[in-house]
């Protein structure tokens, strides 16, 4: 009776294999992710998002033991993993490509989730992940067959000729330098923007900065009901922009430049903006894309230079702002609502402690509350032109609005959509804005009864939204809860159904959900 034996890799190589093809998709994605946007980094974002569906005991547990290290050991702990799985797809595939294939392939669609459910995804973020997963999978295939051909003999030669063990060690040693040159590379490139930004951060924090009044207590039911917080924390600030690529500028390089229907041009540099009077200042910003219950919208203590200020020293005369970031971008912004009194806009620097993060502008953006981003919110601003409305900016020659003024809105957070939850006295929470009015009240209905007012968390200011809450009694079944605002002038927000398009969604939001 004969017996084929199937011909196995060897162990070393096959676990070499699965290390070098995850290596190779890690490597690659560092450096699409370090070209177009760094936080769209396959390796960086599996992290981030271990560390944000980590047990909260895992992550007060590296918090207390390594301190401020804490992210890097847990990115180090994410390595490990990875490294391990890399390992068992390789071992898993001594005989036939699959199983590895399969288990790289899921890293790949790990990485391209992780990057997609980050809180500051964007379109173009994907293609980091999906040229990882790419790199990954014919990685795995290439140096599978490879090594199973050198496994049959090793000495017979390869289709170029050389024997097939050689080839197995030049394309091995390929992978390798290739994959640490692609990710050290990645790395390299964002690097300017990343080492100015850690400087700007330090200066921030040595800087004499005109602060606001800690933000209260009450402002949200965060702890309690586990709603939105009042404070946006920048990695969980929305993101919105059109950049194929994130600008990643220094703070050294940066000019800004206002000119056009001025009485004196001003150049300013960063150290220019640094030497002037520095405000804290905290602001809800909002899309004007935020869908009736959207999660476009999102609060942060903006440290930076009133922009009223400089514009005065300009002294304008049209009636348009029109500024450039250097991406291309332009947004078109009222002078005259710059100049109001008490409107407080901004040239920020710096968000919630630190520099502003590259994507939301470093080092410089336009912050003018009470406006839509669109018209006024230029990320990575390095131009401003005072002009008339003839010249259009990006979303105008788009269709959408001129002014951007924000509407007032509210969203319900609680119950989730569609939720279950026990009969009896139900919480109703959520959120309610309109910068600059400020909310002085908020209602509900519950299946279309009587409006009762809400419960209003502490206030800060206008320009920031206001957490609401209320407790309902309900049966069990099925029902609705619909919500409205009153803005700080005593105006009841619409109850008009508006689309985004072209200057913002109204109506007052309703939420369905279950008593059991
Ligand atoms: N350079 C640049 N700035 C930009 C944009 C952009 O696409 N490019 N988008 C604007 C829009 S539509 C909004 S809502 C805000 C979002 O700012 P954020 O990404 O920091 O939340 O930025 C504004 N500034
Ligand atoms: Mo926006």
């Not at 390299?188 to 080492?195: A, F, K, N, P, V």
């Not at 900065?209 to 990695?235: K, Q």
């Not at 540099?269 to 935020?290: G, I, K, Q, Y």
């Not at 922009?307 to 971008?329: I, K, M």
């Amino acid at each position: 009776m004969t017996r084929t034996v199937a011909v196995a890799i060897p162990r070393g190589v096959a676990a070499g294999n699965g290390v070098l093809a995850v290596a190779a998709a890690v490597g690659a994605g560092q450096l699409v992710a370090g070209l177009l946007a760094p936080g769209s980094s396959p390796f960086l974002a599996v992290g981030n998002a271990v560390i944000r569906l980590a047990p909260q005991a895992v992550v007060d547990f590296a918090k207390t033991t390594f301190g401020t290290a804490d992210k890097p050991v847990l990115l180090a702990g994410t390595a490990v993993i990875l490294l391990l799985v890399a390992v068992g797809a390789g071992l898993a595939s001594r005989y036939v490509w699959t199983p590895g294939q399969v288990v790289v392939g899921a890293l790949g669609v790990a990485g391209i989730a992780a990057v997609c459910t980050a809180p500051t995804f964007t379109p173009t973020d994907l293609v980091a992940p999906v040229v990882a997963a790419a790199a990954g999978l014919w990685v795995f295939r290439t140096l599978h067959r490879i090594a199973l051909e050198a496994a049959e003999d090793p000495e017979a030669p390869s289709t170029r000729g050389l024997p097939r063990r050689t080839v197995l060690l030049g394309a091995t040693t390929a992978v390798g330098v290739g994959a640490l040159a692609a990710g050290g590379g990645g790395v390299l490139l964002g690097r300017g923007s990343i080492d100015s930004r850690a400087a700007v951060t330090a200066r921030l924090a040595a800087a004499t900065i005109t602060r606001e009044a800690p933000v209260p207590a009450g402002v949200d039911f965060a702890a309690e009901l586990g709603t939105t917080p009042f404070l946006t924390s920048n990695d969980e600030f929305y993101r919105i922009d059109v950049a194929l690529r994130v600008p990643q500028l220094r703070a050294e390089d940066w000019r800004l430049r206002i000119h056009g229907m001025v009485d004196r041009e001003l150049s300013l540099s960063f150290d220019d903006l640094m030497a002037r009077p520095l405000v804290e200042r905290t602001v809800t910003m909002t899309c004007v894309s935020n869908e009736i219950g959207g999660d476009l919208i999102s609060t942060a203590r903006f440290v930076g230079v009133d922009l009223a200020a400089v514009l005065r020293e300009a002294g304008p005369h049209g009636e348009q702002l029109f500024s450039t970031s250097t991406d291309g971008w332009t947004a078109g912004t009222p002078t005259d609502v710059v100049l109001e009194q008490g409107r407080g806009a901004l040239l920020a620097v710096g968000m919630n402690g630190e520099a502003l993060p590259v994507e939301h502008g470093f080092p410089v953006r336009m912050v003018v509350p009470g406006l839509y981003g669109y018209v006024s919110a230029t990320k990575w601003v390095t131009d401003i032109e005072v002009t008339t409305f003839d010249r259009t900016s990006y979303w105008i020659d788009r269709g959408w609005g001129v002014l951007g003024p924000v509407k007032t809105e509210c969203r319900i957070d609680l119950p989730r959509s569609f939720g279950r939850v026990p009969a009896g006295r139900v919480t109703v929470a959520g959120i309610a804005w309109s910068q600059p009015r400020g909310i002085s009240g908020v209602e509900i209905s519950v299946d279309g009864g009587n409006w009762a007012a809400a419960q209003l968390a502490a206030e800060v200011g206008g320009d920031t939204w206001r957490m609401w809450r209320a407790v309902v009694e309900v049966a069990p079944g099925s029902h609705t809860v619909r919500v409205r605002a009153t803005d700080g002038t005593g105006a009841l927000q619409t109850d008009q159904i508006a689309d985004v398009v072209p200057d913002g969604a109204t109506g007052w939001p309703a939420r369905v959900f279950t008593a059991t």
